[in-house]
């Protein structure tokens, strides 16, 4: 009997669809300013870096479950930074597990749960790995933001508050609505939170699955999916986490140890580090506030519509004319004519393609040039 190849079910690889608008921006006289991809540009933290180093004689099998030193820091940064307190350090009753970057953890996570064939509730604009995620497992990937009306009933909930690519806050009462589906319904939510430390609105502050005002301490199917590339710039190091309910840790934790995903020693000790110092992160956000606030004055000069966008690295855009919306893909065309690169909406789904992201993972000098242009 043929096989059948798993990347025959999957998608294109969205950015290997950008050679011919990547080739249109490169004719710009001074060059390409690429805002597609939300990958850090900033230096790793010294102390970081120093961590990762003092470590690298480290010669035997690092622990699935990470390091004690490790389990406590994530657990203290639960809650000193994201008001999420009782999470227990212990592998005992574990509510912690490291993982290779949350993309990897993400894309597997319907398979190791053994959800094969069940449908996964995804947003409607959405990072696309949620949706290849489910693809792997064999499942249906339904797109809803709407927990009073399911459709039919789900076995995982992806949820991505503050969202990539929008920028969306979730408020306590969304959360909430959601958590209350898992009740009556069984379904797991994963909450993707890898940029909960980003948050640029204070009317609209970023909050975890996990927090006391969404599920009452009760962590009772949610895993909440965090990641340090973006805070920490550890996007190279593959460096995340999962904490939440202890039933569905411990099953995550037992298939990952037979396969061997574990989270490379040295980078558990840079981790570590990472999660115990909040200057370095405070530091960078800053520097991200400051990005943001020069490309959402030259976009809205240059006659664009920034929506949502409260929180993330992101600014989610649109542009009319003459009363006609236009497409993502004229969109990116209109930046490519300027040398600036964006993502199209429709990369996170149908109901996006009159978007565009730009990301603020440039440095200040790109960011002042593609300022400079939008104004031209």
Known sequence: ?????????????????????????????????????????????????????????LSGYPQTVGTPALREAIAAA?????????????????????????????????????????????????YPTYE??????????????????PGEPAALVYLNSPSNPTGRVRTASQLRAWVEYSRETGAIIASDECYLGLGWDDEMKPISILHPDVCGGDFTNLLAIHSLSKTSNLASYRA????????????????????????PGPIQHAMTAALNDDTHED?????????????????????????????????????????????????????????????????????????ARLSMTATDENIAAAAARLAK
Request: charged letters at 20%; aromatic letters at 6%.
């Open 240 to 263: 995340g986490f999962l904490a939440g309910d202890t039933a569905l840790i411990t099953e995550l934790t037992e298939v990952r140890k037979h396969s061997g995903l574990m989270v």
């Open 132 to 149: 290849v995620s489910a693809l792997l497992a064999g499942c249906t990937p339904v797109r809803n933001d709407d927990p009073a009306a």
């Open 1 to 57: 009997m043929p096989r059948t190849s798993l990347a025959s079910i999957l998608p294109d690889f969205p950015w290997d669809t950008l050679t011919s608008v990547r080739a249109k921006a490169a004719k710009h006289p001074d060059g390409v300013i690429d805002l597609t991809v939300g990958s850090p540009i900033d230096p790793v933290d010294p102390g970081i870096q120093l961590a990762l180093s003092e470590a690298a004689t």
């Open 78 to 126: 639960m809650e000193r930074r994201h008001g999420v307190p009782g999470i227990t350090a212990s592998v005992k009753d574990s509510q912690l597990l490291p993982v290779i970057g949350t993309k990897e953890a993400i894309a597997w996570l319907p398979t190791v749960l053994g959800l094969r064939g069940e449908t996964i509730i995804i947003p409607e604009v959405a």
């Open 283 to 355: 530091l960078q956000r800053a520097v991200y506030g400051k990005r943001r606030a020069v490309l959402m004055r030259a976009l809205i000069e240059a006659g664009f519509t920034i929506d949502h966008s409260e929180a993330g690295l992101y600014l989610w855009v649109s542009r009319t004319d003459d009363g006609k919306a236009f497409s993502a893909d004229e969109l990116i065309d209109w930046f490519a004519e300027r040398g600036i690169l964006a993502a199209p909406g429709h990369f996170y789904g149908p109901s996006s393609n009159d978007h």
